[in-house]
């Protein structure tokens, strides 16, 4: 049993479209943190939330403590937003984090 | 530059030898982290440890050891008894405590043959 799911596991986009991204959660949780993965294999943190709505650029991560999920949207898409990007929860427990599987984002021109 | 670094990026080890993988952070965090990504899975724990002269163990700990003896660096080694040795592994580390999030290394692709 994965503490987080995601989904899709794959998203094709054109460039421009809006794009969302879902994360589930069964844990209880700290922290929730939304991560982008290139093709090399880096990760980088995009977002780290406890509750509410963040925005950062064409980002937006938004969270519902209730209902233990959150959502990843990216607005006017392009093709560097290509990339993996994954969800990880902080356990409210310790330092510890659970990872979703990713979601693989190819946008095309 | 703040960071962390892992080397190398590319290591190829025979089978039944072990390897060392190196992580290292200039960023004055306590606590540091050892993760194992397959494909079609999320990341996993393999060590962690949130000061120096200890660790605990994660998910997937057996074949594998750490050391923590400086702040800075906690090497992994992925020894023999490590069934199936081959992917990708990522260092990570945060500050101790707090709602902070995990830094991470570039990563050191292992491939076992």
């Known amino acids: 049993k994965n503490e987080v799911e995601q989904s899709p596991q794959n998203l094709t986009a054109q460039e421009g479209e809006f794009i969302t991204i879902n994360c589930s959660y069964s844990?209880?949780?700290?922290?929730l943190h939304w991560l982008q993965q290139h093709p090399g294999g880096g990760i980088v943190s995009l977002f780290m939330?406890?509750?509410g709505k963040k925005k950062h650029g064409r980002l937006i991560a938004t969270i519902n403590i209730q209902e233990k999920h959150s959502s990843l949207h990216i607005t006017a898409s392009h093709p560097r937003d290509s990339a993996v990007y994954i969800c990880?929860?902080?356990?409210?427990?310790?330092?510890?984090?659970?990872f979703g599987t990713g979601t693989s984002l190819t946008v095309i021109p | 530059d703040g960071g962390i670094t892992q080397s190398p990026k590319y290591l190829f080890r025979k089978e039944g030898q072990n390897v060392t993988l190196s992580c290292e952070q200039n960023?004055?965090?306590?606590?540091m982290y050892w993760y194992r990504q397959d494909p079609g899975q999320g990341l996993r724990l393999i060590y962690y440890?949130?000061?120096?002269?200890?660790?605990q163990k994660g998910d997937i700990a057996e074949g594998y050891s750490v050391s923590r003896e400086k702040k800075e660096s906690f090497p992994l080694t992925v020894t023999s008894a490590q069934k199936n040795p081959t992917a990708f592994y990522l260092c990570?580390?945060?500050?101790?405590?707090?709602?902070?999030?995990?830094?991470f290394g570039p990563g050191t692709r292992l491939t076992v043959l």
């Open positions: 844990v209880g949780i700290s922290a």
């Open positions: 440890s949130q000061i120096v002269n200890d660790f």
């Open positions: 939330l406890s509750s």
């Open positions: 960023l004055n965090h306590d606590a």
């Open positions: 990880a929860v902080r356990l409210n427990t310790g330092n510890q984090f659970y």
């Open positions: 990570a580390s945060k500050r101790q405590g707090g709602a902070d999030t995990q830094y």
